[in-house]
T-cell receptor
Framework: GQQVMQIPQYQHVQEGEDFTTYCNSSTTLSNIQWYKQRPGGHPVFLIQLVKSGEVKKQKRLTFQFGEAKKNSSLHITATQTTDVGTYFCADSWLGNKLVFGAGTILRVKS | DTAVSQTPKYLVTQMGNDKSIKCEQNLGHDTMYWYKQDSKKFLKIMFSYNNKELIINETVPNRFSPKSPDKAHLNLHINSLELGDSAVYFC????????????FGPGTRLLVL
C-alpha cells in the first residue's frame, strides 16, 4: 500500500529559529494534507496541496508540494512556543482514505 | 458546539473486559472514521463508514466491531481487551471520502491494565 515517509521524527529548536518537516513518497502523491496536533490534543487540519509545485502560506507557515508530486514540506519561520506539537502530512490514497506520515514532534525552547 | 465529540475521554479497564467508545458529529458529514494512535504518535486508520455503510476495514482484529446507527454516529466496541489495545482512539468525519478535510474528535485515551 501507499507509504508516506516523514522526517525528522523529532526536532528541538530555540525559540526564533526556523523549522522544517518533510514528507516523501516513492510513488506520486494524490494530494497532501497537513495537520497539527498539540500535546494532549487531536489533529487539526492546516492546509491541503493539490497541484504540482504548489506553494501556500499561512502567516509564518509555508507549505510546498514538489514538482513531481513525490514530496512536500512545511516550513515555520521564527518558531514560537505556540508552535509546539506534532505535525503530520497525509496523502489521499485511492481517494478513499488518508495515509498519514509518522509525524514530526516539534519542541521549542524559550 | 462541539463538531465531533467522543465519550468517554478516558477509559481505564482490565484485560479481558469489553468496552465501547461513542462518537457523534454535528457537521452533517457523510463519512466517519476510527483511528488508533499508538505511543509513538503514529495515526492508523481502522475503519471508515459512509452513510452507515462500511467502506474501509483495515487489518484490525475482529475483537473490534464498529457500528453506525446513523450517519452522525459511529461507535466502536472492543471485546476481550488486551494490553496492546492501550492507545488513543480518534473518531473523525469528512464530507466525502478520502480527499476532503477530516475533522477529529478529542480522542479517547484507553489504558488496559
Amino acid at each position: 500500500g501507499q507509504q508516506v515517509m516523514q522526517i525528522p521524527q523529532y526536532q528541538h529548536v530555540q525559540e526564533g529559529e526556523d523549522f522544517t518537516t518533510y514528507c516523501n513518497s516513492s510513488t506520486t502523491l494524490s494530494n497532501i494534507q497537513w495537520y497539527k496536533q498539540r500535546p494532549g490534543g487531536h489533529p487539526v487540519f492546516l492546509i491541503q496541496l493539490v497541484k504540482s509545485g504548489e506553494v501556500k502560506k499561512q502567516k509564518r507557515l509555508t507549505f510546498q508540494f514538489g514538482e513531481a508530486k513525490k514530496n512536500s514540506s512545511l516550513h515555520i519561520t521564527a518558531t514560537q512556543t505556540t508552535d509546539v506539537g506534532t505535525y503530520f502530512c497525509a496523502d489521499s490514497w485511492l481517494g478513499n482514505k488518508l495515509v498519514f506520515g509518522a509525524g514530526t514532534i516539534l519542541r521549542v525552547k524559550s | 458546539d462541539t463538531a465531533v465529540s467522543q465519550t468517554p475521554k478516558y477509559l481505564v479497564t482490565q484485560m479481558g473486559n469489553d468496552k465501547s467508545i461513542k462518537c457523534e458529529q454535528n457537521l452533517g458529514h457523510d463519512t466517519m472514521y476510527w483511528y488508533k494512535q499508538d505511543s509513538k504518535k503514529f495515526l492508523k486508520i481502522m475503519f471508515s463508514y459512509n452513510n452507515k455503510e462500511l467502506i474501509i476495514n483495515e487489518t484490525v482484529p475482529n475483537r473490534f466491531s464498529p457500528k453506525s446507527p446513523d450517519k452522525a454516529h459511529l461507535n466502536l466496541h472492543i471485546n476481550s481487551l488486551e494490553l496492546g489495545d492501550s492507545a488513543v482512539y480518534f473518531c473523525a468525519s469528512s464530507s466525502g471520502t478520502g480527499q476532503e478535510t477530516q475533522y477529529f474528535g478529542p480522542g479517547t485515551r484507553l489504558l488496559v491494565l
